[in-house]
C-alpha cells in the first residue's frame, strides 16, 4: 500500500514539473519598448508677423519652414502640413484630426 502511494506521489511531482518547465520562460506581456521616436514637426501652424508666405502658380498660398516643409493655407487663416510629409507616426497626434478634416475639404 505504501508504494502505490509512493508511486502516486512521485508520479503527479513528475507530472507538475514536466508541465511547469513547458512554460515559456519569456514574460511578453511585461515587455518595455522603447517609446516610438516622435517628431517635433507642427501638423498645423498659425500664421504670425514675420512669416513669409509665398503664392503658389496655382494661386494658393504656402509657407516652407526652415527645414524644407511646406504648408498650405487653409481655413482660418492657419497652414496646414502638405500630404507627402505625412506618415504614420502622425496618426497619433493631437493635431491629426483637424488635419484630416482640412484635406479632406481640398478633393
Excluded at 6 to 29: E, F, K, N, P
Excluded at 92 to 105: A, E, I, K, T, V
Amino acid at each position: 500500500m505504501k508504494r502505490i502511494r509512493i508511486v502516486q506521489a512521485a508520479v503527479l511531482l513528475a507530472v507538475v514539473v514536466v508541465i511547469a518547465s513547458c512554460g515559456s520562460s519569456r514574460d511578453y506581456h511585461d515587455r518595455r519598448y522603447p517609446p516610438r521616436t516622435q517628431t517635433d514637426v507642427s501638423l498645423i501652424i498659425s500664421s504670425y508677423p514675420g512669416i513669409a508666405i509665398y503664392r503658389h502658380p496655382s494661386g494658393m498660398y504656402y509657407y516652407r519652414d526652415p527645414r524644407g516643409f511646406v504648408y498650405w493655407r487653409g481655413y482660418g487663416n492657419r497652414y496646414y502640413l502638405d500630404q507627402r510629409y505625412m506618415n504614420r507616426s502622425y496618426h497619433s497626434h493631437q493635431q491629426y484630426n483637424d488635419w484630416r478634416r482640412y484635406h479632406g475639404r481640398r478633393r
